[in-house]
């Protein structure tokens, strides 16, 4: 991983639970299944391959924050994970089951320096089971003045009527709404809102498609509007989300306030393999590139990029900043993984940008 100069021993149970990843899982639900004789009554046909899945999803999330040796990303994945579950219906003791059965074959089949890294992490997610789930602050609270406008184009989403929607965009901007408000006041938190009925089981995947594809759909129509912005020379960024990552709304909207702000954008959209990524900002002369990481498992990949980023002669020195919401958590995470800065607004993107590529990645 980018950055990180000695092996802990966390990065070593993460090697050993990713090379036998199937086995400790296959393992770990007989042990479940064992321990709860309900389970494949309650959980019906096909339960344990259901439980093979899910045990898969948490062992991802386990190596993905031991490599980056951070137990609290474990504990803010395994708190999503009881969020869906209590959505859903389902009994968390089957999670926390699921999660004491992995704790207990992996303290018995790895090494015991890694076993004990590993310790933290299944205790304090442990911890907060049983204890009641907070009530999560709605995305539409960040809109201001723009609430009443983010909540008539959601609801319109959520009828079907796209182009009603995309008209009171439209009409706002060529009423003067600034594109940056539009899109950090209505078009962002709307789509977390969505995303947080999601979780919260109110919309299905359809309705989050449908309202996700339409955004897109108003974003390339306000792209006139961004592309007019006066070009400068010298400023070329390349942004796109890391290979693996799947989201490209964020990543977009900070390539468009890049442009807005006189930049040339080669926008790539989502998962970009890393050899691809070099091979673009080599053929496009790039100045900075964004990467973006969305879930926690995409940052071992952004670590990835930035190593192939410097070890190709001709791009080593182009400034890398990452950003997305896995790098939240963490206001650190960044500087392990290698890369030249983070930040939250766009704007401070740009501006960061900026002080990257007149004084040097060096100086800063
Ligand atoms: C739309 C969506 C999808 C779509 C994406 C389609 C597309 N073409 O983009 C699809 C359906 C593919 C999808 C898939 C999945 N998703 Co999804 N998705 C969302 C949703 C609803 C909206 C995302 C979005 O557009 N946000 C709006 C943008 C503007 O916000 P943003 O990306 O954070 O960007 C801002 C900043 O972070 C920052 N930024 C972003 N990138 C960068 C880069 C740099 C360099 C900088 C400086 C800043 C920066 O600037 C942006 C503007 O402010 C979110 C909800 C949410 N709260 O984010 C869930 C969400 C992210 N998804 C989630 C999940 C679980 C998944 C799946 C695992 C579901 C599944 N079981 O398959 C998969 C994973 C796919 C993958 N491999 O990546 C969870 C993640 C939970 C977690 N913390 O782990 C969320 C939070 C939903 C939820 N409430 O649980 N998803």
Redesign the pocket.
């Known amino acids: 991983m980018g950055g990180v100069q000695k092996k802990q021993p966390s990065e070593f149970a993460a090697e050993i639970i990713q090379g036998s990843a199937r086995a400790l899982v296959a393992a770990s639900v007989e042990r479940m299944f064992a321990k709860d004789p309900s389970l494949p009554v309650r959980w019906g046909s096909g339960a344990f391959q259901k439980w093979v899945s899910e045990l898969h999803a948490r062992v991802d999330q386990l190596i993905s924050a031991a490599r980056l040796h951070r137990p609290a990303v474990f504990v803010?994945?395994t708190d999503?994970a009881r969020r869906?579950y209590a959505a859903r219906n389902v009994e968390e003791k089957d999670l926390a089951l699921g999660l004491m059965c992995l704790a207990e074959v992996l303290e018995e089949e790895l090494p015991a320096p890694a076993a004990d890294a590993l310790r933290p992490y299944f205790k304090g997610a442990l911890a907060h089971f049983g204890t009641p789930l907070e009530d999560e602050p709605s995305?539409l609270d960040r809109c201001g003045e723009y609430t009443d406008l983010a909540v008539r184009y959601l609801t319109r989403l959520l009828e079907g009527k796209r182009e009603v929607a995309s008209r009171l965009i439209l009409d706002a901007v060529a009423s003067g709404v600034p594109v940056d408000r539009i899109?950090?006041q209505v078009?962002?938190p709307v789509?977390?809102e969505?995303?947080?009925l999601?979780?919260a089981g109110e919309v299905h995947?359809g309705e989050?498609?449908y309202c996700?594809a339409s955004?897109?759909h108003v974003m390339s129509q306000l792209y006139p509007v961004i592309a007019a912005a006066p070009k400068r020379e010298g400023r070329t960024v390349l942004?796109a989300?890391v290979e693996?990552?799947?989201?490209?709304?964020?990543?977009r909207?900070?390539s468009d306030f890049f442009e807005l702000a006189g930049w040339r954008s080669i926008y790539l959209g989502?998962?970009i393999p890393a050899d691809d990524l070099v091979q673009t900002m080599i053929d496009f002369e790039v100045d900075v590139v964004?990467?973006?990481?969305?879930?926690?498992v995409?940052l071992d990949v952004v670590g990835d990029t930035i190593n192939a980023v410097r070890a190709e002669p001709k791009t080593a020195d182009i400034p890398v900043?990452?950003?997305?919401?896995?790098f939240?958590l963490d206001t650190e995470l960044w500087k392990d993984l290698g890369a030249d800065g983070?930040?939250?607004?766009?704007v401070d993107?740009v501006d960061l940008a900026e002080k990257l590529v007149t004084r040097g990645r060096a100086r800063l």
């Open positions: 803010a994945n999503w869906a995305p899109y950090l078009l962002g789509q977390d969505i995303g947080r999601w979780l995947v989050e498609h996700t955004t897109m942004a989300s693996g990552n799947a989201h490209e709304i964020g990543i909207m900070i989502t998962s964004c990467l973006s990481a969305m879930l926690t995409h900043i990452v950003g997305g919401k896995a939240l983070s930040e939250r607004h766009p993107t």
